[in-house]
């Protein structure tokens, strides 16, 4: 029998996209409300409580909304917004997070979809942190830049009214209050947020991070080649993952680190590059803010927890 899938907030940019993934899927039967009744809480409670998954595209108050209109315990759950990204009793959907996650996705009623920011600084801290190459209270700073579908249907507009004469690099969140920083530092498994400059370019979607490591501080400061081993090690025990690390490369300037180089894949890459002669490193990481930063770990997830190889819908 086909697994009654409901995405509730479909309309929008994160669900347009994870409707497409699972369009053609034999396994699954989309049930969609219609349009008029997309604001009518009864008609959502209605379809909340039919679905055997619920995936919701909305804003934080709309998700914790449908979340109280489920009043059965069969309807399991992906959230896509931030509203439950640190709550207890939800699994952290970034199945590669750590050995062990996809199955804790797998038997969860339910999961959180990880922010897109977050899962590049968690990727390449964690695994660091976890081996003791890193400490927990590390002073840490991460900063990139995002496609502007990041932002949603007001900043897409907004950039494609605008056309050439939008800003081509424009800093935000520069009251360093941004909402994924409890986030980032619990599943960063940091001590303290980091210092987080984000940045939105003037082009649709991919996105690429930066963790600088300053390590001259350190009373064991790790070589390039021990924070690539170790990364490398992490995420090649993440069975049909898709974080993949490229090799550990000498070089004064990459051209090919441009942050739509995997667009419309669920691919991470990362990237580790290091001055061992003057402590100093840096970790970058490449991935599609639309795929594996927001509706392709949705359906990573969903797949997951219907028991299905996870790479099922989507490229790598």
């Not at 599609?288 to 927001?294: I, S, T």
């Amino acid at each position: 029998m086909a697994a009654r899938v409901f995405i509730d907030g479909e309309a929008g940019t994160t669900g347009l996209q994870i409707r497409e993934r699972l369009a053609m899927r034999r396994d699954l039967e989309l049930i969609s409300i219609p349009d008029e009744s997309r604001k009518d809480p009864s008609a959502r409670a209605d379809f909340l409580n039919k679905a055997d998954v619920a995936i919701l595209c909305l804003p934080d108050a709309a998700a914790r909304e449908s979340v109280a209109l489920i009043e059965n315990d069969t309807t399991r759950v992906i959230d896509a917004s931030s509203a439950h990204r640190v709550a207890d009793g939800w699994a952290y959907g970034f199945a590669e997070m750590e050995r062990g996650q996809a199955d804790n996705i797998a038997a969860a009623m339910r999961v959180t979809n990880p922010g897109c920011w977050p899962q590049g600084l968690i990727a390449s801290v964690r695994p660091l942190i976890a081996n003791g190459l890193l400490p927990a209270d590390f002073p840490l700073s991460y900063h990139g830049v995002s496609g502007y579908s990041g932002g949603g249907k007001g900043m897409i507009a907004d950039y494609e009214g605008r056309g050439t004469s939008a800003n081509v690099h424009a800093p935000y969140g520069l009251g360093f209050n941004h909402k994924h920083l409890p986030e980032m530092t619990a599943y960063g498994q940091l001590a303290s947020a980091p210092l987080f400059t984000p940045s939105v370019g003037n082009y649709y979607k991919g996105m690429l991070t930066v963790v600088p490591l300053n390590l001259a501080g350190l009373d064991r400061i790790p070589t390039g080649a021990q924070l690539h081993a170790v990364l490398a090690d992490h995420f090649a025990g993440a069975a049909n993952g898709f974080v993949e690390v490229a090799p550990l490369e000498e070089i004064e300037r990459a051209d090919f680190l441009d942050p739509q180089a995997v667009n419309d894949t669920n691919l991470l890459r990362l990237h580790v590059f290091a001055n061992d002669a003057r402590a100093q490193a840096a970790i970058i990481a490449v991935y599609d803010n639309l795929g594996k930063g927001a509706s392709g770990a949705a359906v990573q997830n969903l797949n997951l927890m219907l028991g299905v190889d996870q790479t099922t819908s989507l490229a790598a």
